[in-house]
């Protein structure tokens, strides 16, 4: 059997592959430039090269392949049509099964960030390919930035209020992916994917407070005054933006996730929040 996967060189793309590699298998790992995955490709993963826009190049790339892990690119605006060109190339080579990393709940789901996976989703509704949507929610890797400055200043902004968020390593996602990729009976699931425990604000806080060793208290801010500090972080200001409304909707439950789905797909219980924000900051 043969799997792929797309954007092997990024975050998730890249455990993907890995988690593939210690599996057993030796996956293609699709890439716009190979010289970011050569160390995978030592490791015995197949390179190929295609970007999300070039249709001729993913038809290339997916020769021969049987199942695949379409990882949501992170062009915004541009999404649903890259996409779509990975789908419709997925379509002409016959993959059996095509998975799509998603966000909780898209159909229905008012985050900023929802949108693009909405439109995906509608176009893989009538693929003609076995389809399975891995709708993750947060990955703790999201607080890193926050997480370190709350450890230095004490301090851990946001705007999710007493909203709880079902968080998740990056890792334990990508070993769900793998799972689905090589077992069978998962075409036509959608998987609703988030942690064990669902943590407030304050808790997060609380959690990087026990890691740093030094007290953090949560300042739960107004949307618009939140992405004013995640601005003034660097951060540009449509993704300021849209990194508030994501707080906003995790105050509103959006990302609140007690399915178990993710537990029982890597087999384990998903890594406890201290392990995972006490990997981020050393």
Do not use: C
């Amino acid at each position: 059997m043969t799997v792929a996967v797309t954007g092997a060189s990024g975050q998730l793309g890249r455990l993907v592959v890995e988690a593939l590699l210690t599996a057993g298998e030796r996956p293609v790992a699709i890439v716009r430039d190979p010289a970011k995955v050569a160390d995978l490709a030592d490791r015995g993963a197949v390179v190929r090269q295609a970007s999300y826009d070039d249709p001729a190049a993913l038809d290339a790339a997916l020769t021969g392949v049987e199942r695949l892990l379409l990882v949501s690119g992170n062009e915004f605006g541009s999404r649903v049509a890259q996409h779509t060109n990975v789908v419709r190339a997925a379509e002409r080579a016959g993959v059996d099964l095509l998975a799509y990393t998603s966000i909780p709940a898209a159909t229905r789901n008012p985050m900023i960030l929802a949108r693009e996976h909405r439109g995906t989703e509608e176009v893989l509704a009538t693929a003609a390919v076995p389809t399975v949507l891995l709708r993750n929610s947060w990955y703790w890797e999201n607080y890193a930035a926050g997480a370190a400055h709350a450890a230095r200043t004490g301090v851990l902004a946001g705007a999710s209020g007493a909203g709880r968020v079902s968080g998740a390593p990056r890792a334990d996602y990508a070993a769900a992916a793998a799972a689905v990729l090589t077992t069978d009976g998962h075409a036509g699931r959608t998987y609703e994917l988030g942690g064990d425990d669902a943590l407030t604000g304050a808790e997060i806080a609380a959690v990087i407070a026990e890691v740093a060793g030094r007290p953090v208290r949560y300042e739960n801010l107004a949307e618009t005054d939140y992405a004013a500090v995640l601005g003034e972080a660097g951060l540009p200001e449509s993704v300021a933006a849209a990194l508030a409304d994501a707080d906003t909707g995790i105050g509103a439950g959006l990302l609140e996730i007690r399915t178990g789905e993710l537990a029982a797909l890597i087999g384990r219980p998903v890594t406890p929040p201290v392990a995972a924000f006490r990997a981020m900051l050393g």
